[in-house]
Protein backbone atom coordinates (compact mmCIF):
# COMPACT_ATOMS: atom_id res chain seq x y z
CA UNK A 1 0.00 0.00 0.00
CA UNK A 2 3.13 2.39 0.65
CA UNK A 3 4.42 2.28 -2.56
CA UNK A 4 1.14 2.48 -4.29
CA UNK A 5 0.56 5.71 -2.39
CA UNK A 6 4.42 6.83 -2.96
CA UNK A 7 3.81 7.08 -6.75
CA UNK A 8 0.18 7.94 -6.57
CA UNK A 9 2.47 11.15 -5.00
CA UNK A 10 4.59 11.75 -7.13
CA UNK A 11 1.98 11.46 -10.32
CA UNK A 12 -0.30 14.07 -8.41
CA UNK A 13 2.76 16.57 -8.35
CA UNK A 14 3.99 15.73 -11.35
CA UNK A 15 0.34 16.40 -13.31
CA UNK A 16 -0.68 19.57 -11.49
CA UNK A 17 -0.16 22.52 -14.27
CA UNK A 18 -3.82 24.57 -13.56
CA UNK A 19 -4.69 25.34 -9.77
CA UNK A 20 -8.37 24.75 -10.89
CA UNK A 21 -9.65 28.51 -9.86
CA UNK A 22 -11.26 30.24 -12.86
CA UNK A 23 -8.76 34.09 -13.26
CA UNK A 24 -10.50 35.69 -16.28
CA UNK A 25 -13.62 35.43 -18.38
CA UNK A 26 -14.18 35.95 -22.00
CA UNK A 27 -16.86 35.41 -24.94
CA UNK A 28 -16.86 34.01 -27.79
CA UNK A 29 -16.98 35.98 -31.28
CA UNK A 30 -17.36 33.84 -33.71
CA UNK A 31 -17.26 29.87 -34.33
CA UNK A 32 -16.26 29.10 -38.08
CA UNK A 33 -15.89 25.05 -38.40
CA UNK A 34 -13.33 24.23 -36.03
CA UNK A 35 -11.94 27.11 -35.00
CA UNK A 36 -13.05 29.21 -31.87
CA UNK A 37 -12.34 33.04 -32.09
CA UNK A 38 -12.78 34.99 -28.49
CA UNK A 39 -11.76 38.00 -27.19
CA UNK A 40 -8.42 38.78 -25.79
CA UNK A 41 -9.44 40.27 -22.65
CA UNK A 42 -5.82 39.78 -20.13
CA UNK A 43 -2.04 40.31 -21.96
CA UNK A 44 -1.92 37.15 -20.15
CA UNK A 45 -2.79 35.66 -23.65
CA UNK A 46 0.52 36.74 -25.40
CA UNK A 47 1.73 34.07 -27.86
CA UNK A 48 1.00 31.58 -30.34
CA UNK A 49 0.85 27.67 -28.60
CA UNK A 50 0.40 28.81 -25.17
CA UNK A 51 -2.22 26.50 -23.49
CA UNK A 52 -4.97 28.05 -21.59
CA UNK A 53 -8.39 25.79 -20.35
CA UNK A 54 -11.25 26.95 -21.47
CA UNK A 55 -14.36 25.94 -19.71
CA UNK A 56 -11.61 23.56 -18.29
CA UNK A 57 -11.08 22.05 -21.89
CA UNK A 58 -7.01 22.90 -22.49
CA UNK A 59 -6.78 24.21 -25.80
CA UNK A 60 -3.71 26.11 -27.64
CA UNK A 61 -3.76 29.46 -28.93
CA UNK A 62 -3.66 28.84 -32.28
CA UNK A 63 -3.61 33.16 -33.55
CA UNK A 64 -3.90 36.65 -31.78
CA UNK A 65 -3.86 39.91 -32.38
CA UNK A 66 -5.04 43.19 -30.36
CA UNK A 67 -8.17 42.26 -29.45
CA UNK A 68 -9.14 38.60 -30.25
CA UNK A 69 -7.47 35.25 -30.20
CA UNK A 70 -8.38 31.76 -31.25
CA UNK A 71 -8.21 28.15 -30.91
CA UNK A 72 -8.87 25.02 -33.28
CA UNK A 73 -10.65 22.35 -31.49
CA UNK A 74 -10.56 18.94 -33.05
CA UNK A 75 -14.21 17.25 -33.71
CA UNK A 76 -13.76 14.98 -30.74
CA UNK A 77 -13.20 18.44 -28.42
CA UNK A 78 -16.36 19.09 -29.66
CA UNK A 79 -18.14 16.07 -29.24
CA UNK A 80 -16.57 15.31 -25.42
CA UNK A 81 -17.26 19.31 -24.05
CA UNK A 82 -20.11 21.71 -24.07
CA UNK A 83 -18.54 23.25 -27.10
CA UNK A 84 -21.30 22.18 -29.37
CA UNK A 85 -23.56 24.32 -27.70
CA UNK A 86 -21.61 27.25 -27.56
CA UNK A 87 -22.61 30.38 -29.38
CA UNK A 88 -21.29 33.76 -30.12
CA UNK A 89 -21.30 36.17 -27.25
CA UNK A 90 -21.12 32.78 -25.09
CA UNK A 91 -19.30 33.20 -22.19
CA UNK A 92 -16.05 31.21 -21.29
CA UNK A 93 -13.87 30.12 -17.92
CA UNK A 94 -10.63 31.01 -18.26
CA UNK A 95 -7.29 29.43 -16.09
CA UNK A 96 -3.59 29.70 -17.31
CA UNK A 97 -0.90 27.28 -16.18
CA UNK A 98 0.89 27.76 -12.56
CA UNK A 99 4.45 29.16 -12.24
CA UNK A 100 7.03 28.22 -9.66
CA UNK A 101 6.14 28.81 -6.34
CA UNK A 102 2.33 29.92 -7.00
CA UNK A 103 0.12 28.75 -4.78
CA UNK A 104 -1.91 25.53 -5.71
CA UNK A 105 -5.50 25.31 -4.46
CA UNK A 106 -8.45 23.59 -5.80
CA UNK A 107 -8.83 19.62 -5.65
CA UNK A 108 -6.97 16.70 -7.49
CA UNK A 109 -8.15 16.69 -11.00
CA UNK A 110 -6.14 16.36 -14.32
CA UNK A 111 -7.78 19.05 -16.64
CA UNK A 112 -9.11 16.54 -18.92
CA UNK A 113 -13.28 16.13 -18.91
CA UNK A 114 -15.19 13.16 -17.90
CA UNK A 115 -17.86 14.28 -19.50
CA UNK A 116 -21.04 16.61 -19.89
CA UNK A 117 -23.71 17.25 -17.63
CA UNK A 118 -27.32 19.22 -17.82
CA UNK A 119 -28.68 22.07 -15.21
CA UNK A 120 -31.89 20.50 -13.87
CA UNK A 121 -32.22 23.02 -11.45
CA UNK A 122 -31.73 26.43 -10.54
CA UNK A 123 -32.68 28.56 -7.45
CA UNK A 124 -30.75 31.13 -4.70
CA UNK A 125 -30.68 30.82 -0.99
CA UNK A 126 -31.66 33.80 1.10
CA UNK A 127 -28.07 34.03 2.13
CA UNK A 128 -27.24 35.04 -1.59
CA UNK A 129 -25.55 31.52 -2.77
CA UNK A 130 -26.76 30.12 -5.84
CA UNK A 131 -27.91 26.07 -6.04
CA UNK A 132 -27.41 24.29 -9.30
CA UNK A 133 -28.47 20.98 -9.96
CA UNK A 134 -27.17 18.68 -12.57
CA UNK A 135 -28.15 15.79 -14.20
CA UNK A 136 -24.94 13.18 -15.70
CA UNK A 137 -24.84 9.84 -16.50
CA UNK A 138 -25.51 7.44 -13.67
CA UNK A 139 -22.34 5.31 -14.77
CA UNK A 140 -20.35 8.46 -12.50
CA UNK A 141 -22.67 8.00 -9.09
CA UNK A 142 -19.97 6.01 -7.68
CA UNK A 143 -17.03 9.10 -7.89
CA UNK A 144 -19.45 11.81 -6.20
CA UNK A 145 -20.02 11.82 -2.40
CA UNK A 146 -21.92 14.96 -0.55
CA UNK A 147 -18.92 17.29 1.05
CA UNK A 148 -16.35 16.04 -1.56
CA UNK A 149 -15.13 17.84 -4.71
CA UNK A 150 -16.35 18.34 -8.21
CA UNK A 151 -14.97 20.29 -10.90
CA UNK A 152 -17.50 22.06 -12.98
CA UNK A 153 -16.37 24.26 -16.41
CA UNK A 154 -13.17 24.37 -15.01
CA UNK A 155 -14.45 25.56 -10.98
CA UNK A 156 -13.48 23.37 -8.50
CA UNK A 157 -17.10 23.01 -5.81
CA UNK A 158 -18.25 21.30 -2.85
CA UNK A 159 -21.54 18.70 -3.46
CA UNK A 160 -23.73 19.46 -1.66
CA UNK A 161 -26.38 16.49 -1.95
CA UNK A 162 -26.10 13.74 -4.09
CA UNK A 163 -28.82 12.07 -6.08
CA UNK A 164 -28.97 8.55 -8.44
CA UNK A 165 -28.85 11.08 -11.33
CA UNK A 166 -26.63 13.50 -10.46
CA UNK A 167 -26.01 16.28 -7.74
CA UNK A 168 -26.51 19.68 -7.06
CA UNK A 169 -23.64 22.51 -5.73
CA UNK A 170 -23.85 26.00 -4.09
CA UNK A 171 -21.86 28.83 -5.37
CA UNK A 172 -20.95 31.99 -3.44
CA UNK A 173 -21.61 35.32 -4.71
CA UNK A 174 -18.15 36.04 -5.92
CA UNK A 175 -18.18 32.54 -7.81
CA UNK A 176 -20.98 33.80 -9.58
CA UNK A 177 -19.76 37.18 -10.44
CA UNK A 178 -16.37 35.62 -11.82
CA UNK A 179 -17.26 32.45 -13.87
CA UNK A 180 -19.63 31.68 -15.90
CA UNK A 181 -21.76 29.46 -13.51
CA UNK A 182 -23.59 32.16 -12.43
CA UNK A 183 -25.34 33.01 -15.43
CA UNK A 184 -26.22 29.11 -16.16
CA UNK A 185 -29.71 28.16 -16.66
CA UNK A 186 -31.89 25.30 -16.93
CA UNK A 187 -31.04 22.89 -19.50
CA UNK A 188 -27.67 24.47 -20.52
CA UNK A 189 -24.51 21.78 -20.69
CA UNK A 190 -21.69 22.16 -18.42
CA UNK A 191 -18.07 20.12 -18.64
CA UNK A 192 -17.51 17.99 -15.57
CA UNK A 193 -14.24 16.55 -14.39
CA UNK A 194 -14.64 14.14 -11.20
CA UNK A 195 -12.12 13.67 -8.18
CA UNK A 196 -9.19 11.97 -9.16
CA UNK A 197 -8.64 10.57 -5.73
CA UNK A 198 -12.43 9.48 -6.12
CA UNK A 199 -10.92 7.38 -9.70
CA UNK A 200 -8.11 6.27 -8.20
CA UNK A 201 -10.08 4.58 -5.42
CA UNK A 202 -12.63 3.21 -7.28
CA UNK A 203 -10.19 1.44 -9.90
CA UNK A 204 -8.19 -0.17 -6.85
CA UNK A 205 -11.43 -1.37 -5.20
CA UNK A 206 -13.22 -2.97 -8.43
CA UNK A 207 -9.90 -5.11 -9.43
Given amino acids: MCFRYTNFVYLYVG ?15 SIDIWVVVLERVTDKISTVWQSIAHDWACMTVSDLDEDTYS ?16 QKWSFMNLEFPVSAGQPLDGHI ?3 HIDTIGVVDWVDFGEDGSLRLQL ?4 TYDILVVPKWSICLNGVSLTVVDVMPWGCSVRLIPLTQESTNLGVLWVWD ?5 FDMMAKYATKWWRN
Fill in 15 to 29: IRMFTWLVTHLTRII
Fill in 71 to 86: FFAMEESFAKTNFATK
Fill in 109 to 111: VSW
Fill in 135 to 138: RYSN
Fill in 189 to 193: VINIE
